[in-house]
């Protein structure tokens, strides 16, 4: 999740929470996500020649702020550091993940109808 002071906080989902409630002849529906946030400051490490950033999963965020609105996040995926000295042992990986709707085309190939084409 990318916070509103620019700061990106990285945690695992524990709970998803879906309110539903009536107003105004309308139902609205709103879905949170409960997540345990790994330490931002003391947690994180980002390398600088490739970007790649590493989560420490034994660190977690010091104050207890859980929830989030599921609009606010990207989902990520943790994977243990290929290293195997004990310095790292602590350490996760963060590949961000594609969203599984995302199709990688270009948009007038998805709406182009071929000229054999008899419908």
Not at 33 to 40: I, L, Q, T, V, Y
Not at 43 to 53: A, R
Not at 66 to 91: E, G, I, N, Y
Request: with cysteine.
């Amino acid at each position: 999740m990318k916070a509103i002071d620019g700061k990106k906080y990285y945690g695992i989902l524990e709970d998803i929470i879906e309110l539903y409630y009536i107003g105004d002849n309308h139902a609205y529906e709103m879905t949170l996500f409960k997540c345990d946030w790994f330490d931002s400051i003391n947690g994180v490490s980002i390398h600088d020649t490739h970007k790649l950033i590493d989560v420490n999963h034994t660190k977690r965020h010091p104050k207890y702020d859980p929830f989030v609105l599921a609009s606010q996040v990207t989902q990520v995926c943790f994977t243990p550091c290929l290293m195997h000295d004990t310095k790292s042992k602590d350490w996760w990986v963060v590949m961000k993940m594609k969203l599984r709707l995302t199709i990688d085309a270009l948009e007038e190939l998805l709406f182009q109808v071929g000229k054999n084409d008899s419908h």
